[in-house]
């Protein structure tokens, strides 16, 4: 920071506290995760305050020769990373490019079916308390309660009893592989379009770690701060014969002018996610929540559906007679991050839940491999187990203090 701390001393305090919070604490939100400085050199350029209404060549705003050429390297990469047909990289998050989605293709009051957000879905796929409900008439799927997998012959039932305009898969608290093949199978018997939303899992398909939603789906929506390593911000990658419906609805049916920053650090991100050291970064993030699943079996916790195949573990906490808000706060009081989640047929309620939702994807960047998973589950356990004790829980935050010296999240990161 050059200019802030002079300028505005009060927002450069909370900017390092910010700092030292991340380079001190262990960061266990799947939805997280470490992006490189080149991202935020991206996201804080001098990109942050050109207006660029429109696409590249067709802009209402003079003085966008660069801006053109950003957004049309983002997207080359974009398709070249995914092997999508087309990419709109303007949508400002997740919600955006899924509501996007919806308008473009469907009229209000269509019919959509979704994972239930108590099985691991997410808001913008039509929970009550979203907008998206408001709009469109969701029903929705679940998980089997004894395999606490997707039940995909409740999907296909659904769909044939409700007859949907569109499917959605995709989950943001499942720790499974989706069958998109069969999903999309289901969707074309009701002559309904399919929406995958990945943002949890991109930078896993990107790497080619798990399989590709983009054969199988219409439309697909992701984020790209999660396992891809990047800034803020929404991605749709559709088939071609979706794309001006698309481009429409974003601009100018949803949004104004894209945060062209955004889309420099998006560029960034794929770039990045070309490389073999990604690739490397996000076998390791799956092979450490593996191992993560395997530690909390260990000591004697149940995890939903008895492992993970990709890069978040659900852990059950009833063996341990606890709750998740207050683990959740046991374990920040410690320095360990994480959030309380519903497990698929959870008797508590969201804001208290009987599970913690742990992801690898950020102590991956920073270098941590299974040996640290170990020792973090070892000392989850503890502040779990000692969650009233003060004198252990400071015993706790000392190991959690040091475990994140050795492994400092910029410093490796250059
Ligand atoms: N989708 C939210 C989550 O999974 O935590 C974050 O955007």
Redesign the pocket.
Known sequence: MHYLPEHDPEVAEIVRLEESRIEDTLDL???ENHAPRSVFEAQGSIFSTKAAEGYPGRRFHAGCRNADALEELANERARHLFGADYANLQPHS?VSANLAVYFAVLDVGSRIISMKLSHGG??SHGDASSITSKCFDFRHYGVDLETERIDYGEVSALADDFKPHMIVAGA??YPRLIDYERMAGIAQNVSAYLLVDM??IAGLVAAGEIPSPVPHADFVTF?TY?TLQGGRGGVILCRQEHCQKIRRTIFPGAQGTPSLNMLAAKAVCFKLAMKPEFRALQKKTMENAAAFADAFVEKGYRVVTGGTENHLVMVDLRSKDLTGDIAEEALESVGIIV?RNVIPGDPQKPEVTSGI?VGSPAISSRGMGQKEVGQIVELMDQAIVNHRNPDALEQVSAGVVDLCRSFPVYISQG
Do not use: C, E, M, V
Request: charged fraction near 15%; avoid cysteine; charge should be positive.
């Open positions: 939100i799947a939805a997740g997410h808001l943001s608290s943002a949890h984020t999660k959030n939702r």
